[in-house]
Nanobody
């Protein structure tokens, strides 16, 4: 699966951004899709994941209630709607694809993802 993330940019604290990740190459609906982020000087961390059909989602506690992950299997795109952004949300955001079953609960683990996009930078100013 080839993944192409987009939608990053500079936004003021309290603002919103919507990231997109377009997939190609394999059957998109066969993969759990996840978003991760890496801030400067920090390790990559899990943000959100969505199951194959979109019926199930999971969020990091730091973004729960502010971010929403969704997918459109007809367009092979996964989205991350980010609201009420904070300066600590500043990071390079990556989308990734995971072929494991949702019920194995591996989706928060970056090592469980086989395919990664190139990242899109989100900068939140205070």
């Amino acid at each position: 699966v080839q993944l192409q993330a987009s939608g990053g940019g500079l936004v003021q604290a309290g603002g919103s951004l919507k990231l997109s990740c377009a997939a190609s190459g394999r059957t998109f609906s066969n993969y759990i899709m996840g978003w991760f982020r890496q801030a400067p000087g920090k390790e990559r961390e899990f943000v959100a994941a969505i199951s194959l059909s979109g019926a199930n989602t999971h969020y990091a506690s730091s973004v729960k209630g502010r971010f929403a992950i969704s997918r459109d299997n007809t367009k092979n795109i996964v989205y991350l709607q980010m609201n009420s952004l904070k300066p600590e949300d500043t990071a390079l955001y990556y989308c990734a694809a995971n072929s494991a079953s949702w019920y194995r609960r591996t989706y928060p683990q970056d090592l469980a993802y086989e395919y990664w996009g190139q990242g899109t930078l989100v900068t939140v100013s205070s």
